[in-house]
């Protein structure tokens, strides 16, 4: 099966930097995805890594370590509209040629003044 | 702009009734579209794999029979709630893979069952 996890809430300054951990279990591992939703709309796309390390785009990057099963996504400069849930999803191959996305309950990042 | 679009965006309906969701790429073709259902302070839980063509693959514990998919083409997937309950009112959402490394997601459907 797959096993997701990530913190429930985190709370964060304006201007600064927070890092939102992920860690997983899954068979079939076929990379792992950030998404950014915000209440009553539907997830975007942020980041995606396959590989290990880090990639950065504009404001936010994600790590992976697949050795680890763990990722995280940092968000710097905060503002006011980074205040959103953030979902941890993890690709897996679940067989007949097709992948599926299971995903983390999400972290609700709190920015404040 | 958006690449995956779904209609209508919010529906009222009675108990009783069934709901017809439509999901469609814009800008490519699917072959496969996943259906997720997300309740209030929750997570998306996939409820299914849409493939055009053939019947779509269920998750565990979603009555197939009361979620009726149809992929009828490459661009198009509907989910029809049938005989609808207010413990069926939820967000729906439908996505796709446009390349292997993204996956777009649709607006969403929230369904309100009185």
């Known amino acids: 099966g797959q096993n997701i996890d990530q913190p429930t809430e985190m709370t964060a300054t304006e201007g600064a930097i927070v890092q939102i951990n992920c860690t997983y279990q899954t068979s079939g591992f076929n990379g792992l995805f950030w998404y950014q939703q915000h209440a009553g709309e539907a997830p975007t796309f942020l980041s995606y890594n396959v590989l290990d390390g880090l990639e950065e785009k504009g404001r936010f990057s994600s790590f992976l370590s697949r050795s680890k099963g763990y990722s995280y996504l940092l968000l710097k400069e905060l503002q006011m509209k980074d205040s959103a849930s953030y979902l941890c999803a993890v690709r897996f191959y679940s067989g007949a040629g097709s992948y599926q996305l299971t995903f983390g309950k999400g972290t609700k990042l709190s920015v404040i003044p | 702009g958006a690449v995956v679009s779904q209609h209508p965006s919010w529906v009222i309906c009675k108990s009783g009734t069934s709901v017809k969701i439509e999901c469609r790429s814009l800008?490519?073709?699917?072959?496969?579209m996943f259906w997720y259902r997300q309740f209030p302070k929750q997570s998306l839980m996939l409820m299914a794999t849409s493939n055009e063509g053939s019947k779509a693959t269920y998750e565990q514990g979603v009555e197939k029979d009361k979620f009726l998919i149809n992929h009828a083409s490459l661009t198009l997937s509907t989910l029809t709630v049938t005989s609808a309950h207010p413990e069926d009112s939820s967000f729906y959402i439908c996505s796709a893979f446009r390349d292997p490394y993204e996956q777009y997601f649709g607006p969403g459907t929230r369904l309100t069952v009185t």
């Open positions: 800008d490519f073709q699917a072959t496969t």
